[in-house]
């Protein structure tokens, strides 16, 4: 079975910081694009980082200089660090990798920054 499993969301403060790490099961993790999206109630799904299987990173613009995507291919593990959080970035989170046709979803964690 194909299993990607996140954890690390939680509630923090504006300002705060919070590590998201996916976990991934029954697939060559190290051939695989690895991206976290987001997805807040009543708004689209959306890109928040993605990196290649070579280690080459983007961003979409509001996270940029704030989040930090990295992978671990010997624990396949992802990570998505969150820094300067604002209330703008509650949402839930989820993992992604795809690979040609294939493409696989965590059910995500929740992410919520208030005072």
């Known amino acids: 079975q194909v299993q990607l499993v996140e954890s690390g969301g939680g509630l923090v403060q504006p300002g705060g910081s919070l590590r998201l790490s996916c976990a991934a099961s029954g697939i060559t993790f190290r051939f695989y694009y690895m991206a976290w999206y987001r997805q807040a109630p009543g708004k689209q799904r959306e890109l928040v980082a993605g990196i290649t299987a070579s280690g080459d990173t983007k961003f979409a613009d509001y996270v940029k200089g704030r989040f930090t995507i990295s992978r671990d291919n010997n624990k396949k593990m992802g990570y998505l660090q969150m820094n300067s959080l604002e209330p703008e970035d509650t949402a839930v989170y989820y993992c992604?990798?795809?690979?040609?046709?294939?493409?696989?979803w965590g059910l995500g964690t929740q992410v919520t920054v208030s005072s």
């Open positions: 992604n990798t795809k690979l040609e046709s294939n493409d696989f």
